[in-house]
């Protein structure tokens, strides 16, 4: 299978992954062949990016690492709970997280935190796999997906990653009272002056949650203060953040740039994580910026490269060595010229070869 945006598509190829709603439910099942509709309606609900299976792809396999059934349980009870906390017409102790709430959350940061230790690569996740609908359910996820991979890399205990992965997936959680009171939609782009409030509204939901912990609350309040002191609210510097902020900050500024919003396209995985790096030292905690490096890939496997030398290759596998230099099944030239056989390419043993970009 190979990855393609949404404007690659064309009818007659066959998803090999299916497109699910928060809800968990398939908008498009997998196998299903597209028509200029399927595309149309994948297109209006802002989808980015699909896997199709393709024939010069065939045998190219992508993982996956963490169940899709576990994403969206978790996206389900963090659009359960910004609808709590937006509904005006609760009585204020029922716009609050509850214990059901709670408890989902913190088994589903239980079981992403054991499926990395197991298997600590990611796969989709990489990719804003998301679409705009759907952006503000999941995009907690996926950072917690991130974050958690980041802090099995650097050894934590079960435990502790446990109490940062749960404030890593409600760290937006507060946009739910902001929605009040900028009387917007999560998809709507807010004023960065409200806006600002969720950081806050967001610890003080998880704080008065049954059974989570402030260690889990301070996530929230504290994943947009920046390394060098220029963020918010406090303008906190260096360790006095602490390093389950730090750690959330990475994977959300990675996430952010690879999900697609309806103000502004998304970038691909190689360019946000130049971004990320950029960032380092500045915005960003330099440690866990170069775990990120380390364990992330900007070319994930079905993604197709663009080479110097004239070659189109879909990454097969990647090199842990060397994540910039995967390998690569070489299919055809820029032009569309398909070769006749493919050719199997380590660019860690091929230095004089460059990739000059992900095609999308
Ligand atoms: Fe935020």
Redesign the pocket.
């Known amino acids: 299978m190979k990855i393609l945006s949404i404007g690659r598509a064309r009818s007659g190829m066959r998803l090999a992954r299916p497109i699910l709603s928060s809800q968990g439910t398939p908008l498009v099942q997998a196998g299903v062949e597209l028509n200029d509709r399927y595309i149309d309606r994948l297109k209006q609900f802002g989808q980015a990016w699909i896997y199709v299976a393709t024939q010069d792809s065939e045998g190219i396999e992508v993982e996956e690492t963490i169940d899709e059934r576990l994403k969206f349980e978790a996206a389900k009870a963090i659009r359960e709970v910004t609808e709590h906390l937006a509904d005006e017409n609760l009585p204020e102790e029922k716009q609050q997280i509850d214990e059901k709430q709670a408890s989902v959350f913190k088994s589903v940061v239980e079981e992403i935190s054991d499926c990395l230790h197991e298997s600590p690569t990611l796969s989709e996740e990489v990719l804003g796999l998301k679409s705009e609908t759907e952006y503000f359910y999941l995009h907690g996820v996926n950072v917690a997906i991130i974050a958690v991979l980041l802090a099995v890399k650097a050894g934590w205990t079960r435990e502790k990653i446990v109490q940062m992965g749960i404030g890593a997936i409600m760290?937006?959680i507060?946009?739910g009272k902001i929605i009040k009171l900028g009387e917007t939609s999560p998809n709507d782009q807010i004023p960065d002056s409200i806006?600002r409030h969720?950081?806050r509204m967001?610890y003080e939901a998880i704080k008065k949650a049954p059974g989570l912990k402030a260690t889990s609350a301070n996530v929230a309040l504290r994943?947009?203060e920046h390394w060098d002191g220029s963020g918010y609210p406090e303008g906190l510097k260096g360790k006095d953040i602490h390093e389950f902020s730090r750690i959330v900050s990475v994977a959300?500024l990675y996430d952010q740039l690879i999900s697609p919003r309806p103000w502004r396209t998304p970038v691909p995985p190689d360019v946000a994580m130049d971004v990320v790096q950029s960032q380092s030292g500045t915005r960003l905690d330099p440690t866990f910026c170069q775990l990120f490096a380390l364990f992330v890939d900007p070319y994930p496997v079905g993604m197709e490269v663009e080479l110097d030398n004239g070659l189109v290759g879909i990454v097969a596998l990647s090199n842990a060595e060397n994540r910039r230099r995967p390998i690569v099944r070489i299919v055809r030239t820029v032009d569309e010229r398909y070769l006749e056989k493919p050719i199997l390419l380590d660019l860690l043993q091929k230095p004089d070869i460059k990739i000059v970009r992900a095609l999308l």
Do not use: F, R
């Open positions: 760290h937006d507060g946009v806006y969720h950081a967001g994943h947009h959300n």
